[in-house]
């Protein structure tokens, strides 16, 4: 893997899960990184302190609203004021919420749209300028397979996640000269913390074992049952952001387990 010394990382929704992972990758081979999104500060300061230890560039948190576009404004501005302009922008953020289209609440609606789709499109704006001109960027969207099929009950992400997929193609032609890639990571269901919570709540309320959950419930449709490791997801986008990969570009890659093969 190519040395990123010298880049600038700024990842949305990356205090845990697929998001700090990449961070951790980045990291890793040199760049300076900033992450961002909610939780615990104590957890978030301790993996600010493991990123510096890992890039001698530094490490750095934000703490900016992804419903809120001055907020996502301010965040790339922070980013360029202590670290340079991002070079490698990824757009992670996401939340989910469950329900039939007819009694889909509004908020929860607007809210899945704001962080999963017009964050990315407020973070790609503020970052691109940066980008061209210096002549080199790596956009990197992180897309589901719920952007290329769709589950039920799951209206606002589907459409959010389609969205992105389409977005991505549509930078990507946009800057398809100036030495700026953009593409789609589309993960299937991936081992996080997130998705290892709800598996109590599920086994109790449909009566179902540990393994039942896991298997039958949320590797239903996934051929190899098998989880995406995070480790995996960072290994593809480490290949995007390298030179390796520069012709490839406005691609939505899956990385599902067979998903969406069927």
Known sequence: MASLTGRTALITGSTS??????????????AA?????????????AEVEALKTKSSAGAAYCPADMTRPEDIRAMVADC?????????????????????????????????????????????????????????????NTGSMHSLVASPYKSAYNAAKHGIAGFTKTVALEVATQGITVNCICPGYVWTPLVEN??????????????????????????????????????????L??????????ATLSMDGGWTAQ
């Open 80 to 140: 360029t004021a202590q670290f340079g302009a991002p070079d490698i922008l990824i757009n992670n953020a996401g939340i989910q919420h469950v329900a039939p289209v007819d009694e889909f609440p509004e908020d929860k609606w607007d809210a899945i749209l704001a962080i999963i789709l017009s964050s990315a499109f407020h973070a790609t704006k503020a970052a691109l300028p940066g980008m061209k001109a210096k002549g080199w960027g790596r956009v990197i």
């Open 241 to 250: 952001v390298s030179d390796g990969a520069a012709a490839i570009t406005g």
């Open 33 to 45: 990184v900033m992450i961002n999104g909610f939780g615990d500060a104590a957890a978030i300061a």
């Open 17 to 30: 899960g697929i998001g700090l992972g990449f961070a951790h990758a980045l990291a890793a081979q040199g």
């Open 198 to 239: 709800q598996i109590p709540d599920t086994m109790k309320a449909r009566g179902l074992t540990y393994d039942q959950v896991v298997n039958d419930v949320l590797l239903d449709k996934q051929p190899q049952k098998q989880f995406v490791q995070v480790e995996q997801l960072a290994s593809l986008m480490m290949y």
